[in-house]
């Protein structure tokens, strides 16, 4: 494993990416996510992408040349065209607009189609709370490779789901998880670092218990987590988030270009019951409750979003740590854009 400074990662991923085209504030926002979610602990869906999405946009499954369209629009709700632009930026145009309809309307949904890989998806219901707005999130993967509980064989994509609320004190509020038992970047995370990976995570191409990281490649799948009952989140995040707003569905088989997201955005404004203080107190204090439950003996109780937010700190002080070979996979594309990474290394 390597360290690398938080702020010179963004502005090394910033030179990355505006060297491909993309403009000064939108690299500056599709980085700020990605290291974000290095910062987290996250880092499946981090500076790993660096490369995964020059890739993508060198093969033209990553457009440049366009913005997230409404293409249908009422007082609380949007149907967005991503137009495989950078996903990044049209779940951000979603949260806006879900944030701008919630604030006048009191409730919103948006929903879009067309969509490349959005990353850490608890970054845009955050991004709301932090407004004053509580959002939920519920996102297809239109590339099947998690299976159904007792199938044999992927079915889905992993379709993780995201819920954040507002708070006022130290305590956050963020629940950001695949359906999956874990996302499929930590199998890449685990391969890139040379680790085996939990024989509970996935199953081999025979039904296998299995603890290589390179099982997908090898025909295997990822289980669903929680058996029959994250099966029905699993099937609730496929329904919205590509069902309904008309995106891959994962048993399609479809997988080109490489993970598309169909993303579905629910808002609402605590003024429309409560209020937004009201809220706010209140979760304040059961957020405390729940954190001074007694724990058992050796363990701690945590809220969603406080292991993300205690990561983050020490990362920030201490820097953020890839692997080997992902550190040596964005050196060559460095090399390759003449960029410089030297004096990059804590």
């Known amino acids: 494993m390597i360290t690398v400074e938080a702020g010179k990662l963004i502005q090394l991923g910033i030179d990355i990416f505006t060297a491909q085209g993309v403009n000064d504030v939108d ?15 996250h880092d499946s869906h981090g500076a790993y992408y660096f490369v995964r999405y020059s890739e993508r946009i060198k093969e033209g499954n990553i457009r440049l040349d366009v913005e997230p369209k409404i293409i249908k629009e009422t007082d609380g709700t949007a149907y967005i065209d991503g137009q495989w632009g950078i996903g990044q930026l049209t779940a951000k ?32 219901t955050e991004m709301a709370a932090k407004q004053g707005i509580i959002t939920t999130l519920y996102v297809n993967v239109g590339h099947p490779i998690v299976s159904v509980h007792n199938g044999h064989g992927p079915v889905f994509g992993t379709n993780p789901y995201s819920a954040s609320v507002p ?9 950001d998880y695949a359906t999956s038992v874990v996302a499929a970047g930590k199998l890449s995370v685990a391969r890139a670092a040379k680790t085996k990976i939990p024989v509970h995570w996935t199953l081999d191409k025979d039904g296998n218990a299995n603890d290589s990281p390179n099982v997908l490649a090898d025909g295997g799948w990822l289980l669903p987590f929680g058996l029959y009952k994250g099966m029905g989140l699993q099937m609730v995040s496929e329904l919205l988030g590509a069902v309904l707003t008309g995106s891959r569905m994962g048993p399609s088989g479809i997988t080109h270009p490489p993970s598309p ?4 955005m629910l808002a609402v404004n605590p003024e ?23 724990s058992l003996e050796g363990k701690r109780v945590m809220v969603p979003g406080e292991p993300e937010k205690e990561t983050k700190a020490y990362r920030l002080a201490n820097g953020v740590m890839l692997p080997d070979d992902t550190w040596t996979e964005i050196e060559a594309l460095c090399k390759e854009l003449e960029i410089s990474t030297e004096g990059m290394l804590i």
């Open 272 to 294: 429309a019951f409560v209020g937004l203080d009201e809220f706010v107190k209140n979760t304040d204090s059961l957020l405390k409750q729940v954190k001074g439950w007694q």
């Open 167 to 175: 708070v006022g004190g130290d305590i956050p509020f963020l629940v």
């Open 27 to 41: 690299a500056k926002f599709l980085v700020s996510s990605l290291v974000e979610a290095n910062l987290s602990g």
């Open 93 to 124: 145009r979603m949260t806006e607009i879900a944030v701008e309809k919630a604030n006048k309307n009191m409730v919103a949904a948006v929903g879009s189609f067309n969509t490349n890989h959005i990353g850490r998806i608890g970054h845009y």
């Open 261 to 264: 997201n169909g993303v579905f």
